[in-house]
């Protein structure tokens, strides 16, 4: 099991039975923009600020360096987050 560290807010704890960490925030009942939850739009883009995450799916939302899309990623190691 992974964690996710969101800062300002608690952390989530990332299984098997979540597909994205999208889906983990949300079951945290955190409020975080989203479209499409699948990389197309960018409207749920977070600041990754320690640990990996993997894309399922590349997104094709603009992502700058340190940014990740939450709608198509799920975590490789612990990771510390920020939503905007």
């Not at 099991?1 to 955190?30: C, H, N, P, W, Y």
């Not at 709608?71 to 939503?83: E, Q």
């Amino acid at each position: 099991m992974k964690k996710i560290s969101i800062k300002g807010a608690a952390s989530v704890e990332f299984d098997d039975s979540r597909r994205t960490i999208l889906e983990a925030i949300e079951q945290q009942q955190s409020d975080i923009n989203y479209q499409c939850r699948e990389g197309y739009c960018g409207a749920c883009r977070c600041k990754l600020l320690n640990g990996k995450i993997q894309y399922l799916n590349e997104p094709l939302a603009f992502v700058r360096q340190g940014e990740f899309l939450p709608c198509c990623s799920v975590p490789v190691t612990d990771i510390d987050i920020d939503i905007p």
